[in-house]
């Protein structure tokens, strides 16, 4: 118990630690018609006035893949919109309740690991363009660039709650477990990727929790955990798709 209230914290202190950094931080606008399957992850029990609580992705017509750690609430307290780059304007979009929560069996805590939920909508969206897992663990490799999407922060570098999207080449994992803190906060290389600037220049951030790395047409990884957002030497893990994508199919279908 107290091992997992330490290990708790711990994520808090990384979800949250550097506020004040620019907050997708140094993105640009993304629109609907790129990225449809991008959903957001409404809680009664956010503070701001648009709920946004997390990122998604649609990944069938009923359900919504999104972080583990964006999950714990009663499966009634969430919703889920597509459609509205800009989260004010609620003339446009869907949106759907949500009924059913998986989280996965393995998700930890302590070393973050398996962070994926799957929420079952109580109003199928249909005739929205899904996005597809993908299945090759070769995928993750350094040099390679894919882009992530969605609503949170920008720290001051775009508008809020709108949605925005940065290319963050993958670093590799050595990079990632090079780093003072990740691997003792559970940096895997075979279940994590490690993407983003060691500049600064731009990553994801509080709010985008959840929502795709998308690489190809497919689905890379979820945005995970970051020690801060954008803060120079410290790149955004993410949840690593490949490994998991048939536990996670059994739960699509
Ligand atoms: N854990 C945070 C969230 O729930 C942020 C995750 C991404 N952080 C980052 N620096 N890449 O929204």
């Not at 990384?14 to 990225?35: K, R």
């Amino acid at each position: 118990m107290v091992k997992r209230m330490v290990a708790l914290i711990a994520v808090l202190v990384l979800c949250t630690a550097g506020t004040t950094e620019p907050m997708v931080v140094g993105g640009t606008l993304a629109s609907v018609s790129e990225a449809p399957w991008a959903v957001v992850l409404t809680n009664k029990d956010a503070v701001r006035d648009s709920k946004r609580w997390c990122g998604g992705v649609l990944v069938a017509p009923n359900k919504v893949l999104t972080a583990a750690h964006c999950a714990g609430r009663s499966a009634s307290s969430y919703g889920v919109i597509q459609g509205r780059a800009d989260l004010a304007d609620h003339s446009l979009g869907k949106f759907s309740a949500v009924s059913k929560i998986w989280v996965h069996p393995a998700y930890s805590t302590t070393t973050n690991r398996n962070d994926f939920a799957v929420l079952t909508l109580t109003k199928p969206m249909t005739g929205v363009p899904l996005l597809r897992l993908e299945t090759s663990p070769r995928a993750d490799r350094r040099g390679a660039v894919p882009t992530v999407y969605g609503w949170g922060d920008t720290n001051g570098t775009g508008p809020e709650d709108t949605l925005q999207k940065l290319a963050v080449p993958d670093l590799g994992d050595a990079t990632c477990l090079g780093i003072k803190g990740y691997a003792e906060n559970g940096y895997t290389a075979a279940a994590n990727i490690c993407a983003g600037y060691l500049d600064g220049t731009g990553d994801a951030c509080q709010g985008d929790s959840g929502g795709p790395l998308v690489m190809n047409g497919r689905l890379l990884g979820i945005v995970s955990w970051g020690r801060g957002c954008a803060e120079p030497q410290y790149p955004g893990v993410y949840a690593e798709i490949a490994p998991v994508a048939k536990t996670l199919l059994e739960q699509v279908r």
